[in-house]
């Protein structure tokens, strides 16, 4: 993909990088720390990433954050992996995301808002005490510090308070959205053993009531570690036998008592999609995702305490547990819980417009979807109040950037960011006093030292390379839950380069220090040697309105040949006909080259995604490779399990 032109298509004002709090924090390092004081970003992210005791040093001294015993020193062993950071210091992340209830009891903490759009705040004062009553039912429960809490929960407050009374007790906190079924929440939460399982009796989604309680009882089965269930009323019914009742155990009015922990000690438990094999259990820790949070939060989101937080998630995702770290830098959270695009296209930018959002992120197929629809936000809605658009979950292309700035503000600050589950945080992403780009992504984020690398360990400026990053980071996984000689967390990401922290995407890093990603290195189209991410053809093909979604697969042969079908699931009412299909390669031709033109393209009822929205393309590349399905997927991690079954047809027709 060729760098667009060098025209930014936003430009901070003046003022606007003046009062940002990362310039602040710059002029501050400076003065205290020995960070650079001209050179603006740039200079500080290379400072960030040269002296890291030095840079985290002063991330933890600009947020105040509280160690209940001091560090012997910032970082004892540097290898990856390994790391490990601020050995001897404890501290708790719940006190720190609750510390604004002392200042601003009366004010909002959470805003939950259901499919009504109507927002209902829950106060500062209001989730301490909440989080204080329940910290201490679940130490009375004889949970203690290490053991895992596990939630079955839509995003409501009740997720928030039960993650935080968990992180007061030291117990590590893990979620599943109610709409993942028994067996994918089964293969995640058997693997870490819950003695808590909190749980709703269904949920509400696109207008309609789901009712979960069937899924509940299976849970409660296949979990034999469960001492506990706590039952949330989200349709109003009554507790099952022998669960408890969630008001009961929240009405008291305690303070929360911190359990102090050290700063490696676990927090929660993420998985990977879980695509081949058992999801893997990622476990992050208290202290880690504290400052890095922090970090991201506070200076890359410019957010503080007169911001309001929304991003659109499920808790079964990373940014669930990223949008509720927004407490520790004392901003409003939204969380919203229903369709993303209920009852219309445009819900998201009702439900930003209704809680004066500041930061409202969500993901790049949500604009493009808009874009499609014929959204028209400024027109329809009130965004004065939003600051800033983020996007992931996948690279936005860039028309979704001139859609952006055309239908929502000129002068928006778009942040298209991307990370990773691996790091529950961004390795590139939003930076408040640099331009955007179209297509790319402001810079690396700070103490991430983001390279792209070659197959021999070269770093590349303005070519296609692996996305490696040569440092180590707090909220890198301390482990894998159940790899007790760490086998597998090594081979999921430092087997390709030894010491060096490889993702799995390809990347550009530009000349002007901005980066643009281009889908999964693992599916990546290599034709004649030409690399290309699948997300350029996405971006080019899905401009056409007949091309609902697509999938772009490239396949080694046996005899050395490559194969590359292009998978289509047309709009209601278009057909492949032979001027589609003359477009789509015009298309493809045109606006990338010729040798990215597709062997086939072959009309398909769907695409199959993972639970939380991703395209599989390995998968279905290892089907058509001619592994069994069981084998090549697994299918708890699935959305549309049936969707499958057409490529695994396709594999046995073309054998």
């Not at 560090?71 to 708790?92: C, I, K, S």
């Not at 028209?376 to 109040?385: E, I, N």
Request: glycine fraction near 8%; charge should be negative; include cysteine.
């Amino acid at each position: 993909m060729s760098t667009e032109s060098p025209q930014p298509l936003w430009q901070p004002d003046p003022e606007r990088i003046a009062r940002a709090r990362i310039t602040r924090f710059q002029a501050w390092a400076a003065e205290h720390h020995g960070a650079p004081a001209d050179g603006g970003y740039a200079a500080l992210q290379r400072w960030s990433v040269d002296d890291l005791d030095a840079f985290w040093t002063a991330v933890t001294e600009w947020f105040d954050v509280r160690f209940s015993t001091p560090y012997a020193r910032v970082l004892g062993d540097r290898a990856m992996p390994g790391a490990q950071w601020f050995p001897g210091a404890t501290l708790n992340y719940a006190e720190h995301a609750l510390r604004a209830a002392g200042t601003r009891a009366d004010e909002p903490a959470l805003l939950h808002v259901d499919e009504t759009h109507e927002p209902r705040p829950v106060t500062w004062a209001e989730l301490r005490r909440q989080v204080g009553s329940l910290a201490a039912e679940l130490r009375d429960l004889g949970v203690r510090p290490g053991d895992r809490v596990s939630g079955y929960l839509p995003n409501i407050p009740q997720a928030v308070i039960a993650l935080l009374a968990t992180a007061a007790v030291g117990g590590v906190w893990t979620s599943c959205a109610p709409d993942f079924g028994a067996r994918s929440v089964l293969d995640r939460f058997q693997q870490v053993e819950p003695v808590v399982l909190f749980t709703v009796d269904g949920y509400r989604y696109g207008g309609k009531e789901h009712d979960r309680r069937e899924i509940v009882a299976e849970l409660r089965r296949e979990l034999p570690t469960l001492r506990a269930v706590v039952h949330i009323p989200v349709l109003g019914t009554e507790a099952p036998e022998g669960a408890l009742d969630w008001s009961a155990l929240t009405s008291a009015d305690t303070d929360p008592v911190f359990e102090q922990v050290p700063f490696d000690h676990p927090l929660w438990v993420l998985y990977s999609s879980g695509t081949t094999g058992l999801p893997k259990a990622i476990v992050q820790s208290q202290g880690g995702i504290l400052v890095e949070h922090l970090k991201q939060l506070g200076l890359h989101c410019d957010l503080g305490p007169e911001d309001r937080f929304f991003w659109y998630t499920s808790t079964g995702w990373m940014m669930w547990n990223f949008l509720v770290s927004g407490l520790l830098t004392g901003t409003t959270i939204v969380l919203y819980d229903g369709s993303p695009g209920y009852p219309d296209t445009g819900a998201q930018w009702r439900i930003a417009e209704r809680t004066k959002a500041t930061l409202y992120g969500t993901s790049a197929a949500y604009v493009m979807a808009c874009r499609k629809a014929g959204v028209h936000p400024s027109r329809d809605f009130d965004l004065s109040s939003v600051q800033c658009v983020a996007t992931t979950g996948s690279p936005l292309p860039p028309d979704g950037f001139r859609w952006l700035h055309d239908e929502v503000r000129d002068d928006l600050w778009i942040a298209s960011v991307s990370g990773g589950t691996d790091v529950c945080s961004c390795f590139a992403g939003a930076v408040p006093t640099l331009p955007v780009h179209v297509g790319e992504l402001q810079a690396p984020c700070l103490g991430t030292d983001l390279q792209s690398w070659d197959p021999s360990g070269k770093p590349l400026t303005d070519e296609v390379g692996e996305l490696v990053v040569t440092n180590p980071m707090p909220s890198m996984p301390i482990h894998f839950w159940n790899d007790p000689d760490g086998s597998r967390y090594h081979d999921s990401y430092f087997d390709t380069y030894p010491g060096v922290w490889r993702h799995g995407d390809w990347i550009t890093v530009t000349s002007r220090g901005s980066v643009i990603i281009h889908g999964r290195s693992d599916s990546t189209l290599n034709r004649q040697g030409v690399r290309m991410g699948s997300a350029d053809i996405y971006e080019a093909v899905e401009r056409l309105p007949e091309i609902k979604e697509s999938l772009v697969i490239g396949i080694e042969q046996p005899d050395g040949g490559y194969w590359m079908p292009l998978f289509v699931h047309l709009a209601p009412g278009a057909s492949l006909d032979e001027d589609l299909l003359d477009r789509i390669k015009r298309t493809i031709r045109e606006q990338l080259s010729p040798r990215h033109l597709p062997d086939e393209i072959i009309e398909v009822p769907g695409v199959p995604h993972t639970l939380t929205g991703k395209r599989i393309e390995v998968p279905v590349k290892r089907l058509l490779q001619g592994t069994p399905l069981e084998k090549a997927v697994n299918p708890g991690s699935i959305d549309n399990l049936d969707l499958l079954s057409f490529y695994e047809d396709l594999a046995r027709k073309r054998a």
